[in-house]
């Protein structure tokens, strides 16, 4: 049976999800992941949508929660404005709970925001 095509980075962002759920850290996949993401949120605390940190993966939200030490319990996916956000529900290192946006229109797929309109 041939094996369906996938696109570049697909087996990226596969390995990426595996990783962020396992708690493997995601500079193991790519190296230039945190200044990366360092560069790209510059002015962004996470704290609401206009402030939501902009991610392409969901590994990398998992990595900002890790780094900010914020232990998630629950997420939330989001759509507002017309741009799609995860929404990660944890608790920080002095015990309050946090809020942290994440903006995932980069890889938020078309497919995904079809059903969410159908659900609608």
């Given at each position: 049976m041939r094996q369906p095509s996938q696109k570049p980075g697909e087996k990226i962002m596969l390995l990426a999800l595996l990783l962020a759920f396992t708690g493997t850290p995601a500079e193991l996949v790519d190296p230039r992941l945190p200044r990366?993401?360092?560069k790209a949120n510059v002015g962004r605390d996470g704290a609401s949508a206009a402030t939501a940190y902009k991610v392409d993966s969901v590994a990398?939200?998992?990595?900002?929660?890790?780094?900010?030490?914020?232990?998630?319990?629950?997420?939330?996916?989001i759509e507002q404005d017309g741009r799609m956000f995860?929404?990660?529900?944890?608790?920080?290192?002095?015990?309050?709970?946090?809020?942290l946006w994440f903006d995932i229109s980069s890889f938020y797929g078309e497919a995904a925001q079809g059903i969410l309109k159908a659900l609608k």
């Open positions: 990366r993401l360092e990398e939200e998992y990595q900002i929660a890790r780094k900010l030490g914020v232990r998630t319990r629950g997420q939330a996916l995860d929404m990660l529900m944890g608790t920080d290192a002095d015990g309050k709970d946090r809020e």
